[in-house]
């Protein structure tokens, strides 16, 4: 029988880690946190607050509140009598490696570990534990957690379909769009389309093609559009008006292959460091970040309250 999950324990609560508490507890669930760093408790109470009106806009659930939030004193507190367990530690495996051997041991030997990881894969997470590694799987959200739908889910070699199906199910039942990894990669999916797009956009200043400020504004005012509506492959199956994607391939695939092919491949030098660097300062000179991140966090909450409802749209 699945668990039934009332209390998660967010451990690692940077922004990650805070936007899945913030989103926990909007879903009327108990949430028990804990990070080592100094002030982590206030920082994380400061940013739920912040998170909290967006939330409240896209819907809490019945007994959602702020008061539902403990900070424990140590990680295998955190956990001890949670039912699901979120992990967001940073990146790095030596740390990843005695954090999640503390989790394996005090968590309760039915209860889900996932790992936040944008890179490391669960079969080696699974290799940091001893006792439960069929429990051990990646849970990738996107950032801002508590409002992006998206969380990729990648069960390792040993994490038993029980417990794939039952963390996908519950993410659903937080709102998020849950995506399987079939197969373990670096980067996982979403992160690799990016990288791809990075490393053309990359290539594309390197050679002086264009500045930072003009590629943002040609996926902001183009495809980017159509991104945050439909995939890769269904807009290039609406291009192709009747003959669908057949179409398209048929047609734009020969072009489209030599354009592949005479893609750049850069490597991250100093020197092109510096030139990304100094493009974006040139991009946001005049630019309020503040002012910038709350307008993009708006025009999301907008996003997805529109797409809402809308049945056609994958």
Known sequence: MTRRIETVAIV?????????????????LDVSAYDPAPYAERRLRV????????????????????????????????????DFVQESG????????????????????????????????????????????????????????????????????????????????????????????????PGHITNRLQAALWQEAYSLVARGVATVADIDAAITNGPGLRWALLGPFANQHLSGGAGGLAHTLEHLGPPAQEWMADLGRVHLTPALVDLLVAGMGAELRCTDETALVAQRDELLIHLILQKRGLTALP
């Open 12 to 28: 690692g609560t940077g922004v990650i880690g805070a936007g899945w508490a913030a989103l926990c507890l909007a879903r009327g």
């Open 47 to 82: 940013a739920i607050d912040a998170a909290w009106p967006a939330l409240t806009r896209l819907g809490l659930a019945d007994g959602a509140s702020r008061d539902r939030l403990a900070f424990a004193s140590s990680a295998a507190d955190a956990v001890e009598q949670a």
């Open 90 to 185: 940073p990146e790095n495996p030596e740390l990843k490696q005695s954090l999640l051997a503390e989790l394996d041991a005090a968590a309760l030997a039915d209860v889900p570990i996932a790992s936040s990881s944008s890179g490391l894969m669960p079969s080696q997470l699974q290799e940091m534990t001893d006792q439960h590694p069929e429990r051990i799987l990646v849970g990738h959200p996107f950032n801002p957690a508590h409002l992006i739908p998206l969380v990729e889910v990648v069960p390792g070699k040993l994490t038993t379909p029980s417990v794939t199906h039952s963390t996908s199910a519950f993410y659903f039942s937080l709102g998020k769009r849950p995506v399987l990894v079939r197969h373990e990669v």
